[in-house]
């Protein structure tokens, strides 16, 4: 059975639980291919003999959370055109996005957008065969959460 497509509008906020980062904001990108996150610090180490990719997500200034820092074996390498049509080589990651109350699998390049409006780009590859963009509208996908959360509360206090 064909599950429809989700409308997905030019910005909305997004949980990547395994992470344990919730509502960050994200740019709907179409021109871009992979998704992208913004990271600082990022190094590779070693443990046990294998090579181990760290690095730091996000900021203060664009969550009310601090800096954290990751660590993962499960990584690779990747020759991508960023938005200025440059090739530069970038590690990818693997993580879940939580969004419309449901989870998708789906690769990040690593990558310092601090001088960025959004932290998070969520490129074709995220997109396709799941979302349609509507690029008139934003937050459609945190707009129902908060609405569920909403309700969720009435339910409780009743």
């Given amino acids: 059975m064909k599950q429809e497509k989700l409308v997905i509008g030019r910005v909305d906020c997004i949980d990547l639980p395994e992470m344990n980062v919730e509502n960050v904001l994200a740019k709907v990108d179409t021109g871009a291919y992979t998704s992208s996150i913004h990271c600082s610090e990022i190094h590779l ?3 046990d003999g294998r090579p181990l990719l760290c690095f730091h997500i996000l900021d203060e200034r664009h969550t009310d959370l601090e800096t954290r820092e990751f660590q993962t074996e499960k990584f ?8 200025f049509g440059q090739s530069e080589e970038r590690y990818i990651i693997t993580t879940v996005v939580r969004i419309f109350d449901r989870e998708f ?7 310092n957008r601090a001088d960025m409006r959004y932290p998070i780009l969520l490129g074709r590859k995220f997109l396709n065969k799941q979302f349609v963009v509507d690029t008139a ?4 996908s945190y707009k129902r959460k908060l609405k569920a959360a909403e309700r969720s509360r009435a339910k ?3």
């Fill in 156 to 158: 409780a206090n009743r």
């Fill in 137 to 140: 509208r934003k937050n459609v």
């Fill in 105 to 111: 699998e789906t690769a990040f390049s690593l990558s």
């Fill in 76 to 83: 690779e390498q990747k020759v991508i055109k960023n938005s």
């Fill in 45 to 47: 180490s070693e443990r």
